[in-house]
């Protein structure tokens, strides 16, 4: 009974004072700039640089499209259509040029930083990616309007051709994989090095043999 009292006592000095006080419902969004996505306190802008720094840190391919005539519920389908491991988010340009600051391969993207990103993180699937945005694009006639801009891989700027490129190339597991198979046909210098234990393609053949022979048994 106290709390229904207390709460009577709030709400009449609230309508007292020319103010009536109406509790959310809706979780704070400042932390990442409520609707738009965008990181309004200092709190927020640093918590959304280090968001971007880890997915980068993850990623093996970033490219974006513009945000431009895209719906919540547009934007809530895109992220939907993605595979696991592949991010969807909208950045401000001024938050990814801190983000890539330092990053070496992830430098080039600042000359990407113009009008509005929605930027894809990869970090594996850039096939299924690629197929995914394709889908989606065609599926909501986004198409012409939204198309891939450009990327960045292994420190190069891709345009809009070079990334669709990227996705019909074989992904690295798959490489690492027709690598395993054929490295024993290899005796010469080049499999030995590859084979030293230090080599992070080495530790990569090998979970690929062993997955292979595991296959085959």
């Not at 988010?89 to 040029?97: A, D, H, R, T, V």
């Not at 993207?109 to 990616?129: H, P, R």
């Amino acid at each position: 009974m106290d709390f229904y009292v207390f709460a009577l006592f709030a709400a009449l000095i609230a309508v007292a004072n020319g103010f009536a006080v109406v509790p959310s419902s809706r979780p704070s969004t400042a932390l990442f700039g409520g609707a738009k996505g965008m990181a309004t306190t200092l709190e927020g802008k640093q918590a959304r640089i280090e968001f971007v720094k880890d997915k980068l840190s993850r990623s093996e391919l970033i490219f974006s499209v513009p945000s431009e005539g895209l719906t919540v519920s547009e934007s809530a389908a895109l992220r939907e259509a993605m595979p696991s491991g592949t991010t969807v988010s909208l950045i401000k340009n001024k938050l990814m040029s801190r983000a890539i600051e330092g990053q070496g391969e992830w430098e080039p993207a600042g000359e990407l930083l113009k009008g509005t990103n929605m930027w894809f993180f990869v970090e594996e699937d850039v096939a299924g990616s690629l197929k995914a945005f394709k889908k989606f694009a065609k599926d909501f006639d986004k198409s012409e309007s939204n198309a891939i801009k450009a990327g960045v891989m292994d420190s190069s700027v891709l345009d809009a051709a070079g990334v669709d490129a990227v996705g019909k190339l074989p992904s690295k597991s798959e490489l690492y994989a027709r690598i395993a198979g054929g490295i024993n046909l290899v005796p010469t210098k080049l499999a030995r090095v590859v084979k030293a234990p230090s080599s992070k393609l080495a530790r990569a053949i090998k979970l690929a043999t062993e997955e292979k022979e595991k296959e085959e048994a």
